[in-house]
């Protein structure tokens, strides 16, 4: 039997504590360990940003990081972003823009989103453009993601 390591974090504002393996992927321990399979793993490689998840307030790929180096952070994860009832204001602006299609990539820019809409001004639809170029989306062509992050911005206001 492989050696157990303990770790504590917090995700969506509840703690948890585990013992895993070392070797454990933080998308597995989200996926797998927690139940929380909105934390999509495409590529694994993290070129394709659908595991982006939010590690004390900034955007992570959970395939390229051991489960044990986030022992002590605060996560954030697409269910922590709101629900089926009540949808959060990214993912209404997304419904609200037709931003998603199959919806696999979603979760990754609603992660990438939120961290870009707290720390960049995204004024721009070159900025926004940039921000989101490590997302890959298959399916909508990236015009109603980038209206729907345009219209956030400009609700949001500038940044001080």
């Known amino acids: 039997m492989s050696p157990r390591t303990a770790i504590t974090m917090s995700i969506n ?7 895993i ?4 992927l933080l998308a597995d321990f989200l996926r797998h360990e927690l139940g929380l399979t909105g934390t999509h793993v495409g590529c694994e490689h993290g070129v394709c940003g659908a595991c982006t998840i939010l590690i004390d307030g900034r955007s992570a790929r959970s395939c390229l990081m051991l489960a044990v180096q986030a022992d002590g952070a605060e996560i954030e994860t697409v269910e922590g972003q709101g629900s089926i009832e009540k949808l959060g204001l990214i993912q209404q602006a997304f419904r609200d823009h037709h931003g998603l299609q199959c919806g696999f990539c979603t979760p990754g820019f609603i992660m990438t989103i ?3 809409l ?16 490590g997302n890959i989306c298959r399916c909508t062509g990236y015009q109603h993601i980038v209206a729907a992050v345009r219209e956030l911005a400009r609700e949001r206001g500038p940044l001080k």
């Open 21 to 24: 393996e070392p070797r454990m």
């Open 118 to 133: 707290r720390h960049h001004s995204l004024e721009t639809d070159e900025e926004i453009r940039e921000a989101l170029s």
């Open 114 to 116: 939120s961290d870009m």
């Open 13 to 19: 504002g509840q703690s948890f504590s585990r013992e």
